[in-house]
């Protein structure tokens, strides 16, 4: 297996771009933290997972691990392709208002309210449908936008046929087990997530065959901590559910499963002595498990009807001959959602010391970042780790280890606000920095309220800091009043 040596920011990197911050005063006295993503290397990162996949496929990256809209309208410029995943009507809004068209949107919140669905079929984005209950919401709106006479009842046979603009899937747990991080992880005998394929695979049977419209399948297996293995098996899984389905919704006058959804969760690396492995790996391996979903195939198939005309579902782009014999092209538009993937790596976190208290066996670092932005890393330490650096007061890397290894602890009133506990790191002092690597995703999006903190001043680069932007400013002691209002 091919592992992936260019995964983060190298240290000679940030070194060059704290920096040149500092001496660009882009990091203020005022900026006691801040965020910082190499948008050269952003850049890259989509390039790369652009090339692996077919010109087709949709990469609807997650918007819940990145919803800077600097970083979203930043991103769009990058390709074609490139779309975004929402999982909530809020992050739906949030992508209509950067400017992404209703078909570069994926929506998949698992609790969808009547109103929010039929917003989104109004709206025309791409819709993981969660369960068979909010399937049949679906169908209850379609008749009343005027569908009802073309759609039956679920133990109807007949052929039914939808024109608007959206597509819609349906999310199916593939029940192949759970990964490293219980937490983190969605496809295991339970899941709040999604239909399990083995528990209900006669009603998913059912719907497919009876819902010409339903024309998706979706996956996601989980988030860090599972095996590149688990992703393939899991994709497998679906991939034969689908051919099967396929041959029998082609016999009956249906399009075929078009859209396939593989979600994200390809581990990314958070330690340097840990190698992930690479997403070329991974998409050659879903070749090899799945070819179809990489090639366009034809199948000659029976249809027997008495009318001979042509029939066109401009939805899902096929004709369907009604004739004796019939040919059809069935191809596949492959959804990808990697936001740990792509974003992780890109950005990292700086925090000044403000103090350094030293115990007989440990020393603590005090920290302008804490749970309110590493929520989970304090809350579960055993399962989320990052690396550490510490750079002096004018951006230059400290080298050495002190006697006493350090706990790096935040600034709000619980005793769990420490990100890390006995680390070996350099000798700290007061107005020195601590960098905390591979934090460009699932950290802001996560930030907390509690002590009513201020956010940090969020910035993109260049080159290793030839160009700044400001990319979010450092929130104001009145923007909080006006939070809490």
Same mark, same amino acid.
């Given at each position: 297996m091919f592992f992936d040596n260019q995964s983060g920011l190298s240290v000679g990197n940030i070194e060059r771009s704290l920096t040149s911050a500092i001496a660009k005063g882009f990091l203020r006295n005022e900026d006691t933290a801040a965020i910082f993503y190499d948008l050269t290397f952003l850049q890259s990162r989509i390039g790369r997972l652009v090339s692996c996949f077919p010109s087709t496929t949709l990469h609807a990256l997650a918007i819940k691990a990145n919803p800077l809209i600097r970083i979203m309208n930043f991103i769009k410029t990058i390709h074609s392709g490139i779309g975004v995943e929402a999982a909530s009507m809020g992050e739906v809004n949030l992508a209509l208002k950067t400017g992404y068209s209703p078909d570069r949107i994926v929506y998949d919140s698992p609790v969808k309210t009547r109103a929010e669905l039929e917003s989104a079929l109004k709206t025309g984005v791409h819709i993981n449908v969660d369960n068979l209950?909010?399937?049949?919401?679906?169908?209850?709106?379609?008749?009343?936008?005027?569908?009802?006479?073309?759609?039956?009842?679920?133990?109807?046979?007949?052929?039914?046929?939808?024109?608007? &603009?959206?597509?819609?899937?349906?999310?199916? !747990?593939?029940? %192949? =087990?759970? #990964?490293?991080? +219980?937490?983190?992880?969605?496809?295991?005998?339970?899941?709040?997530?999604?239909?399990?394929?083995?528990?209900?695979?006669?009603?998913?049977?059912?719907?497919?065959?009876?819902?010409?419209?339903?024309?998706?399948?979706?996956?996601?297996?989980?988030?860090?901590?599972?095996?590149?293995?688990?992703?393939?098996?899991?994709?497998?899984?679906?991939?034969?559910?689908?051919?099967?389905?396929?041959?029998?919704?082609? &016999?009956?006058?249906?399009?075929?499963?078009? !859209?396939?959804? %593989? =979600?994200? #969760?390809?581990? +990314?690396?958070?330690?340097?002595?840990?190698?992930?492995?690479?997403?070329?790996?991974?998409?050659?391996?879903?070749?090899?498990?799945?070819?179809?979903?990489?090639?366009?195939?034809?199948?000659?198939?029976?249809?027997?009807?008495?009318?001979?005309?042509?029939?066109?579902?401009?939805?899902?782009?096929?004709?369907?001959?009604?004739?004796?014999?019939?040919?059809?092209?069935?191809?596949?538009?492959?959804?990808?959602?990697?936001?740990?993937?792509?974003?992780? !790596?890109?950005?990292?976190?700086?925090?000044?010391?403000?103090?350094?208290?030293?115990?007989?066996?440990?020393?603590?670092?005090?920290?302008?970042?804490?749970?309110?932005?590493?929520?989970?890393?304090?809350?579960?330490?055993?399962?989320?780790?990052?690396?550490?650096?510490?750079?002096?007061?004018?951006?230059?890397?400290?080298?050495?280890?002190?006697?006493?290894?350090?706990?790096?602890?935040?600034?709000?009133?619980?005793?769990g606000d420490i990100i890390a506990k006995g680390v070996q790191l350099p000798r700290m002092e007061e107005d020195d920095y601590v960098v905390i690597h591979d934090s460009g995703s699932y950290t802001f999006s996560m930030w907390s309220r509690y002590n009513s903190r201020q956010t940090p001043r969020i910035l993109g680069y260049f080159n290793e800091g030839e160009k700044f932007e400001v990319l979010k400013e450092r929130e104001s002691l009145d923007d909080i009043c006006s939070y809490w209002k």
């Open positions: 209950s909010e399937l049949e919401r679906i169908k209850k709106l379609l008749e009343e936008m005027g569908y009802g006479d073309k759609l039956s009842s679920l133990n109807s046979d007949s052929p039914q046929t939808y024109d608007k &603009k959206n597509t819609i899937g349906i999310r199916i !747990n593939p029940q %192949i =087990g759970l #990964g490293t991080i +219980v937490e983190s992880s969605v496809a295991g005998e339970y899941s709040k997530f999604g239909v399990p394929i083995r528990d209900q695979r006669p009603s998913l049977e059912k719907v497919f065959l009876n819902y010409s419209w339903l024309t998706g399948v979706h996956l996601h297996v989980g988030s860090q901590g599972c095996a590149m293995q688990m992703l393939i098996d899991g994709i497998g899984i679906l991939y034969d559910f689908m051919l099967e389905m396929n041959e029998k919704r082609l &016999k009956k006058g249906f399009p075929p499963i078009s !859209n396939f959804d %593989i =979600g994200g #969760g390809l581990p +990314v690396s958070y330690r340097r002595d840990e190698k992930p492995p690479s997403m070329e790996d991974y998409v050659a391996a879903i070749r090899m498990r799945a070819p179809g979903l990489f090639e366009t195939q034809s199948s000659n198939l029976k249809y027997q009807n008495h009318n001979s005309k042509l029939k066109t579902n401009k939805h899902s782009n096929f004709q369907i001959f009604k004739s004796s014999n019939f040919q059809i092209t069935d191809t596949h538009t492959i959804i990808t959602e990697f936001g740990r993937w792509t974003y992780t !790596n890109a950005g990292w976190t700086v925090s000044r010391v403000e103090y350094v208290k030293h115990d007989p066996a440990i020393n603590t670092a005090m920290l302008h970042v804490g749970a309110d932005l590493f929520v989970r890393e304090c809350l579960n330490p055993r399962d989320w780790h990052h690396e550490y650096s510490v750079f002096d007061s004018q951006g230059s890397l400290k080298t050495g280890v002190d006697d006493h290894p350090y706990n790096l602890a935040g600034p709000l009133c619980f005793a």
